[in-house]
């Protein structure tokens, strides 16, 4: 496909890529124009929503008082929403290793097989500490999601639980530990062999980076995702029945049907699927199902904790989730499609792909004053500052949205830009900012959220909280400013000079200067590493305090 020209045109199946010099494999005209058309869109995009922004804006939230207490609290927990705990517990957990093995693999790329002299990879090939890398931060922040959405449902329903609620919570995170420990072992033992080729699709390894684990524990997943759908639509499904208007609820339960049915299409190619079509379906999972639906779900399940907490109006509240889901799905739907440039598609799926990509980060603009917003709650009532520190992520979560998906994002979107930097660093520099600083920030305040109201006679440690909330995100920003960043700008030089084998090449990557600043990412590692196990602590002394 990357060598063979498509009939009736001047260009390769793939569109050129990789770029090829001695081929002429040159970035297509269309790729070009369609690059600059991205921008005009971006920019013109921007300028509607900040338009429709300024003069839309209702100043409906004026006259509204936040009670006098947190009315959250005022509400008896349900068995199901105390039975969350272990859920937080397994997170942080999750966290701390998927951290741990991101350490690893970011050794390997300086001392090969070794760690600090320890021949680790001996036991931890960088195949594998990278899978389970990937694979657990997926796991813990799709945990975080689920965990949010177990506990707001008996608040939307008034309170109430239904019948065996707490026996499907807990039978739900059974299940996801079997699905972490079983796909772990599976992914390492088709590593290593130890599990026979005609198996290790279906046990072991399937290759693919996010969706490494494999088919069985792929299903095992899909079918405990459709189970916490069930949970959650018995236990919201009441509050149709209660007055007034329904379209906050009925956006979240969109949201939540979304999440529950999405992760399908990851089962739509079978183990000798063309590669091209395993790579369409795979991005149906990793750009719709992650950056689409969490998004959307994410976003109404945000109204819908601040209208419970009487710091917005249910009018605003719905508006907000309405409007900004429809702004993503807009973009984000026919959006997915510049991830697959370069995998035997058209030209006018370039275009599409181009023109609506750029669209998602029209949004993002707002998102300064999201962050406003949100710390002004913070200070709106006295009993806001037991809420404190998750508040403090939502708003990290506004930055880095900015930065992470929509700088970093936007710079590896156009098909020109994609074209030559695909692969390199700066993917990376998009991955960590994105997945961690959005995802990762967002997930931490559900946890935190949830904790604040399940163990309510513990307060947390403010300078703990304070020292990880500051060293997670310092640590990200120097993992990125001093060592992925420059090493995928210096790649990205090189591979449109010289081409993209040139970029990735040992020879290249081998130089003193990358070495240098692959060491020099150990500082912001550290940082980070030193934050989790801030919070990972907060977590551990909330939910086993110790008797008085």
Same mark, same amino acid.
Request: glycine share 6%; proline share 3%; charged share 10%.
């Given at each position: 496909m990357a060598s063979t020209q498509r009939p009736g045109t001047d260009a390769t199946y793939t569109n050129n890529w990789p770029h090829e010099p001695l081929l002429d494999h040159n970035p297509t005209p269309e790729s070009v124009a369609w690059s600059v058309v991205s921008v005009i869109i971006l920019l013109c995009g921007i300028g509607v929503v900040v338009w429709l922004w300024a003069f839309g804006k209702k100043d409906d939230e004026h006259a509204l008082v936040p009670p006098t207490e947190d009315p959250i609290s005022k509400i008896t927990l349900t068995p199901s929403q105390r039975a969350l705990g272990k859920y937080l517990f397994t997170i942080l957990a999750l966290f701390l290793f998927q951290l741990g093995m991101g350490g690893i693999i970011a050794h390997y790329t300086v001392e090969g097989q070794a760690f600090y002299g320890i021949p680790l990879a001996q036991y931890f090939p960088?195949?594998? @500490?990278?899978?389970?890398?990937?694979?657990?931060?997926?796991?813990?922040?799709?945990?975080?999601?689920?965990?949010? +959405?177990?506990?707001?449902?008996?608040?939307?329903?008034g309170g109430k639980d239904p019948k065996y609620q707490k026996l499907g919570v807990d039978i739900l995170f059974w299940a996801l530990v079997v699905l972490v420990v079983g796909s772990f072992a599976g992914t390492y033992l088709g590593v290593a062999h130890q599990i026979p080729a005609a198996w290790n699709f279906l046990l072991g390894h399937q290759g693919y980076e996010y969706i490494e684990l494999g088919r069985i524990w792929q299903w095992i997943e899909y079918i405990g995702i459709l189970f916490w759908l069930v949970l959650m639509i018995r236990s919201i499904i009441g509050a149709f029945k209660q007055k007034g208007d329904k379209n906050l609820i009925a956006a979240f339960i969109f949201s939540v049907i979304m999440v529950g049915i999405f992760y399908g299409p990851g089962l739509f190619y079978g183990e000798h699927s063309h590669l091209a079509i395993? *790579?369409?379906?795979?991005?149906?999972?990793?750009?719709?199902?992650? *950056?689409?639906?969490?998004?959307?779900?994410s976003t109404t399940l945000m109204a819908f904790i601040f209208v419970t907490l009487g710091l917005v109006s249910y009018r605003a509240g719905t508006v907000a989730a309405i409007s900004s889901g429809a702004i993503y799905l807009i973009g984000g739907i026919p959006g997915t499609f510049h991830h697959l440039y370069f995998t035997g598609?058209?030209?006018?799926?370039?275009?599409?792909?181009?023109?609506?990509? @750029?669209?998602? !980060?029209?949004?993002?603009?707002?998102?300064?004053?999201?962050?406003?917003?949100?710390?002004?709650?913070?200070?709106s009532a006295p009993w806001m500052h037991r809420l404190k520190w998750p508040v403090y992520c939502f708003i990290a979560v506004s930055f880095w949205n900015l930065v992470g998906a929509g700088v970093f994002g936007f710079l590896i979107n156009m098909p020109v830009s994609l074209f030559y930097i695909q692969g390199l660093n700066t993917t990376a520099v998009h991955a960590h900012t994105a997945l961690f600083g959005v995802y990762g920030f967002l997930s931490? +305040?559900?946890?935190?959220?949830?904790?604040?109201?399940?163990?309510?006679? !513990?307060?947390?440690?403010?300078?703990?909280?304070?020292?990880?909330?500051?060293?997670?995100?310092? +640590?990200?920003?120097?993992?990125?400013?001093?060592?992925?960043?420059?090493? +995928?700008?210096?790649?990205?030089w090189a591979s449109i000079t010289n081409g993209l084998w040139f970029a990735r090449s040992e020879e290249f990557m081998q130089q003193p200067l990358l070495q240098n600043l692959r060491w020099a990412r150990l500082i912001g590692d550290t940082i980070l590493i030193v934050g989790a196990v801030a919070f990972f602590w907060q977590i551990v002394k909330v939910l086993f305090p110790k008797k008085s």
């Open positions: 960088y195949s594998i @500490a990278r899978t389970w890398h990937i694979q657990a931060s997926l796991f813990w922040i799709a945990m975080a999601f689920l965990s949010a +959405g177990l506990f707001l449902a008996p608040i939307i329903n395993m *790579e369409y379906w795979r991005w149906w999972v990793i750009h719709l199902w992650v *950056e689409g639906f969490f998004e959307v779900f598609v058209t030209s006018t799926i370039v275009a599409t792909g181009a023109s609506f990509s @750029a669209l998602e !980060v029209v949004p993002l603009v707002l998102l300064g004053y999201e962050a406003f917003e949100n710390y002004t709650r913070l200070h931490l +305040g559900f946890v935190f959220l949830i904790a604040r109201y399940i163990r309510p006679e !513990v307060e947390f440690n403010d300078k703990l909280m304070k020292f990880g909330f500051w060293a997670l995100n310092i +640590g990200l920003a120097l993992m990125v400013l001093i060592s992925l960043l420059p090493i +995928g700008l210096i790649q990205s």
